[in-house]
């Protein structure tokens, strides 16, 4: 939401919050905790999670650098909805809620942006449940996470090329499958050299192709 400010609220943005470097596993926010915090990614990638009664563990998005959490829960003083935790050492930019309203409150551009970005929120809601409940096949559901995550990484290059810090089993989870389909299914997808896997980082080689298993 940062991208477009002005250079005046970007100085007055710059004097708000503190940069903190977090190491893998850090827990920024937890469910149900009051909203005081927002959290701007400057480097390293986020896990956002929610857990059942049961203990059941639900994945809902990598947050990326640029992504604002916490947005939701401190502009409607309720509860963060999800668990934030670092996949990587991650570098954040944490702005305490009392900051981040004031600064909404002086800049109307920024709160225009804000509102945007909420809106952005209830996008990517909409289309992982869209996923889930429509896509057919594992493979089609596996093929629309790693479309969105190679999307995202490659900033309209044409290389669609990404770190992948999750397991087989939080891949899984994303995709509403188990571990084991996972791993047999992007086997499959390296064998028809649609994706190439070295070490952690993954080239999505025939986005089409994926596309098309995701449709």
Same mark, same amino acid.
């Given at each position: 939401?940062?991208?477009?400010?002005?250079?005046?609220?970007?100085?007055?943005?710059?004097?708000?919050?503190?940069?903190?470097?977090?190491?893998?596993?850090?827990?920024?926010?937890?469910?149900?905790?009051?909203?005081?915090?927002?959290?701007?990614?400057?480097?390293?990638?986020?896990?956002?999670?929610?857990?059942?009664?049961?203990?059941?563990?639900?994945?809902?998005?990598?947050?990326?650098?640029?992504?604002?959490?916490?947005?939701?829960?401190?502009?409607?003083? $309720? =509860?963060?909805?999800? #668990?934030?935790?670092?996949?990587?050492?991650?570098?954040? /930019?944490? *702005? +305490?809620?009392?900051?981040?309203?004031?600064?909404?409150?002086?800049?109307?551009?920024?709160?225009?942006?804000?509102?945007?970005?909420?809106?952005?929120?209830?996008?990517?809601?909409?289309?992982?449940?869209?996923?889930?409940?429509?896509?057919?096949?594992?493979?089609?559901?596996?093929?629309?996470?790693?479309?969105?995550?190679?999307?995202?990484?490659?900033?309209?290059?044409?290389?669609?090329?990404?770190?992948?810090?999750?397991?087989?089993?939080?891949?899984?989870?994303?995709?509403?499958? $188990? =571990?084991?389909?996972? #791993?047999?299914?992007?086997?499959?997808?390296?064998?028809? /050299?649609? *994706? +190439?896997?070295?070490?952690?980082?993954?080239?999505?080689?025939?986005?089409?192709?994926?596309?098309?298993?995701?449709?």
């Amino acid at each position: 939401m940062f991208c477009n400010l002005s250079s005046e609220e970007l100085e007055d943005f710059n004097k708000i919050g503190m940069q903190m470097r977090l190491p893998k596993g850090a827990v920024l926010f937890q469910e149900d905790e009051p909203g005081q915090n927002v959290a701007v990614i400057c480097d390293g990638q986020v896990k956002l999670s929610c857990t059942s009664r049961e203990g059941k563990t639900l994945i809902l998005k990598i947050a990326v650098p640029g992504d604002l959490l916490g947005l939701g829960a401190v502009i409607s003083g $309720s =509860r963060y909805e999800a #668990t934030a935790e670092t996949l990587e050492p991650t570098l954040i /930019k944490n *702005i +305490r809620k009392d900051e981040f309203l004031a600064f909404l409150e002086r800049h109307g551009q920024a709160s225009m942006h804000a509102a945007k970005s909420l809106s952005e929120e209830y996008k990517s809601v909409f289309f992982d449940a869209r996923r889930l409940a429509l896509s057919p096949t594992a493979a089609g559901r596996l093929a629309s996470v790693l479309l969105d995550w190679g999307r995202t990484a490659c900033c309209g290059q044409p290389e669609m090329r990404f770190t992948m810090a999750l397991t087989h089993e939080d891949l899984a989870n994303l995709a509403g499958t $188990s =571990r084991e389909t996972v #791993t047999r299914t992007l086997g499959k997808f390296q064998r028809d /050299k649609l *994706i +190439r896997i070295h070490g952690s980082s993954l080239t999505i080689l025939d986005p089409d192709k994926l596309s098309l298993l995701a449709s």
